[in-house]
């Protein structure tokens, strides 16, 4: 099982992070703190399995780094972690979250060069456009998650100010335009190639997530403590996040349809897979940028739909958890029994 973990699972440390810091927006207390303690305890785990998967099947790690529908997956490391920090934040834990930006700082720089380089640009395969997927979104979703995590600690951390709203700055245009370079990509790859049923996986819904946490990074920005990059940038940057979650919310429709199409029409089979934290994800991003973009320009109608939306969001959680254990339980005991199996009948 450790061999076979897919490197995008921190997306379930995505999920139940924002979707903490949504309900803790709301003044939802003993529900947010219940999500934080399954984003820290998901995000211990899958470190702990992902050390081990390192050290003892170098080769799986390889397998995932050079695979174009998959390698994109570890991004989801630097945005969890990001995503706890932001909302460890928001109770006070400024060295927490000031180490797991960091962390995700430091990898975000060295696996955004990696990544793109082994499972794109490094594969002799042409044309590699065929692999473009909804995966790929997630690298713009952890330069944003850097973005948003900087902006959060900026105000609280008084002699890191200057240095906290450069990166900010500095990631949220890296994301930006990375945005609209992976938009480009996976839009030409749906209108060149063969679109297959199975081919829409639940990470397209990365697409909207990354409009969202864009919003939600954005917004954090605006909201910073005046220095001389943030006056350079507010303005550009609010006007600019108000236009993406618009945009995300065009695509939400556009989203579901591809999913009815994918599992109603064609008659794909809905089952557990890790890939759809990718959905959850989205859900709750979207929610929590209409909450901190209302606030932070005052749009109090955005503001109704962040507060509907982060129930939707828990709901979705709330059902995929259950789905997820359901899935686990039912793979470890097919395992278990498979393996007395084989002892039986090596004894006979």
Request: proline share 4%.
């Amino acid at each position: 099982m450790v061999r076979d973990l897919t490197p995008g699972y921190f997306a379930l440390v995505m999920a139940s992070g924002i979707i903490s810091v949504g309900l803790r927006l709301q003044d939802q207390e003993t529900l947010s703190a219940l999500l934080l303690g399954v984003c820290g305890v998901s995000f211990a785990v899958l470190l702990a399995l992902n050390v081990w998967r390192m050290l003892a099947f170098r080769d799986a790690v390889l397998a995932d780094l050079t695979d174009p529908a998959r390698g994109f997956g570890f991004f989801t490391f630097i945005a969890g972690g990001n995503v706890l920090g932001v909302r460890l934040a928001m109770d006070g834990h400024h060295l927490a979250a000031g180490v797991l930006l960091v962390v995700g700082l430091s990898a975000w720089l060295l696996l955004g060069y990696v990544v793109p380089w082994t499972s794109v640009l490094g594969r002799a395969e042409r044309p590699v456009l065929t692999k473009a997927n909804g995966t790929w979104f997630i690298w713009v979703v952890a330069a944003q998650s850097v973005a948003a995590s900087s902006a959060t600690l900026q105000p609280a951390l008084p002699v890191l100010r200057d240095a906290l709203a450069v990166v900010a700055a500095f990631a949220w245009s890296v994301g930006l335009v990375l945005y609209a370079a992976v938009g480009i990509m996976v839009s030409a790859r749906l209108l060149l190639y063969e679109l297959r049923p199975t081919d829409l996986t639940p990470p397209y819904w990365v697409a909207m997530g990354a409009g969202a946490i864009t919003v939600l990074a954005g917004a954090s920005i605006v909201e910073m403590v005046d220095t001389p990059m943030v006056e350079a940038v507010r303005g550009l940057v609010a006007g600019v996040s108000v236009s993406i979650w618009l945009f995300g919310s065009w695509l939400i429709p556009v989203l579901v349809a591809a999913g009815w199409w994918r599992h109603h029409t064609h008659r794909v089979p809905l089952t557990y897979e890790p890939s759809q934290w990718s959905i959850v994800f989205p859900l709750g991003m979207y929610a929590v940028a209409a909450t901190y973009l209302s606030r932070a320009d005052d749009l109090p109608l955005v503001g109704v739909v962040g507060e509907v939306g982060v129930w939707v969001a828990f709901t979705v959680w709330a059902t995929l958890l259950v789905a997820m254990l359901l899935s686990v339980y039912r793979e470890a005991t097919a395992r278990e029994g498979a393996v007395s199996g084989r002892s039986d009948v090596s004894t006979y």
